[in-house]
């Protein structure tokens, strides 16, 4: 069982020697209502004053409805400054741009929205010298359950080492809002979309299998599928003439 105090102490230092051997003056993260969105504004505030979240909304209903409501909360309680920019628009245009020459897949859409939130994320944190913090979990790093170039780019990352079992136990602990605690995971992509219904299995038995190594002999297949067809994800891109 972790140690949540020291746990506490240990990742604001990360934040605080991080923010200061960069020279920045804050940090932002794009502020879903989640609960990995919601660890990582916990920790990036009691490290740093100056941490600003964005709410970024990018045409699907629940994005303007309860994931605002919950993202609100998250910045009520803990006093964060938060900002939002609207996406649809941005969206619908690039949409007709690129649909004038080719067919968009729902897969390829699927990563669209993720990459248009990292644009803006940086276009701020670039504006306003300001780090951008990361708030992807140990679990969807391990899958493979994030979009490269999207939710998968950050500059720093204070909970990569934990699971989404160990993410929602942190939340208990600092007492976050119910109402993020409660929530089914979702990446927002599309109207009823939900982490475990895409992926095929809940997080309780993915990390029961990443921690240690326990599975149905169906699980672990899956897993392991995600796992080994999403290595480019967790790797710099190829280069010739490098090992």
Do not use: W
């Not at 899958?143 to 998968?152: A, H, S």
């Not at 982490?195 to 309780?204: F, K, S």
């Amino acid at each position: 069982m972790l140690d949540y105090a020291e746990e506490i102490k240990k990742r604001v230092k990360f934040i605080q020697d991080t923010v200061g051997a960069s020279n920045a003056k804050g940090i932002v993260f794009a502020n879903s209502g989640g609960k990995d969105a919601a660890l990582t504004g916990i920790l990036c505030k009691m490290a740093c004053d100056n941490t600003v979240s964005l709410i970024l909304p990018c045409g699907v209903e629940r994005s303007y409805k309860s994931d605002r409501t919950d993202a609100m909360s998250l910045s009520k309680q803990y006093d964060i400054a938060t900002r939002g920019i609207d996406l649809a628009e941005t969206q619908e245009a690039f949409l007709r741009s690129v649909n004038a020459d080719t067919h968009i897949t729902p897969r390829a859409l699927a990563n669209i929205a993720p990459r248009l939130r990292m644009m803006a994320v940086y276009a701020v944190a670039t504006s306003e010298n300001r780090l951008v913090a990361g708030t992807g979990n140990r679990s969807e790093y391990y899958l493979g359950y994030f979009t490269k170039f999207g939710d998968g780019g950050y500059d720093f990352n204070p909970i990569a080492d934990l699971t989404v079992t160990e993410v929602l136990d942190f939340l208990r602990y600092l007492g976050a809002p119910e109402n993020i605690i409660n929530k089914p995971p979702s990446a927002g992509l599309y109207e009823g979309q939900t982490d475990e219904a895409d992926l095929g299995i809940t997080y309780e038995r993915i990390d029961k299998y990443i921690t240690t190594g326990e599975a149905t002999s169906e699980d672990k297949t899956l897993i392991d599928r995600y796992h080994n067809s999403t290595g480019h994800k967790r790797r710099l891109p190829l280069m010739y003439g490098q090992d």
